[in-house]
């Protein structure tokens, strides 16, 4: 099992920024590809962000697409999500979410361990 800790969440307003980490400790040979979702009140934890264990590939939820933008530092057992131009919507749990496969995914089914999450508010 790999542990993972976010940080970085808080109040902002419209068109701010935040960014979010994630570190990753215990066994992290088994961390490779890494995801970022997302829980809004009363909605379904949704896909937001995910990256190859390389970091060389990405993809990103349409409503996000442009303006987050996610990295690693492998040596830091680190993931990061920056968030640009924030929107009320973008409100939520975020959590950060590995794989045991060095691959992509948007399915939370392919992430076995998560973080608590850390609450990201954005005022209008």
């Known amino acids: 099992q790999v542990q993972l800790v976010e940080s970085g969440g808080g109040l902002v307003q419209a068109g701010g920024s935040l960014r979010l980490s994630c570190a990753a400790s215990?066994?992290?040979?088994?961390?490779?590809?890494m995801g970022w979702f997302r829980q809004a009140p009363g909605k379904e934890r949704e896909f937001v962000a995910t990256i190859s264990k390389t970091g060389t590939t990405t993809y990103y939820a349409a409503s996000v697409k442009g303006r987050f933008t996610i990295s690693r530092d492998n040596a830091k057992n680190t993931v990061y999500l920056q968030m640009n131009s924030l929107k009320p919507e973008d409100t939520a749990v975020y959590y950060c979410a590995a794989r045991t496969d060095y691959r992509t995914s948007i399915s939370r089914d392919d992430y076995p361990d998560w973080g608590q999450g850390t609450q990201v508010t954005v005022s209008s």
């Open positions: 215990g066994r992290t040979t088994d961390y490779y590809a």
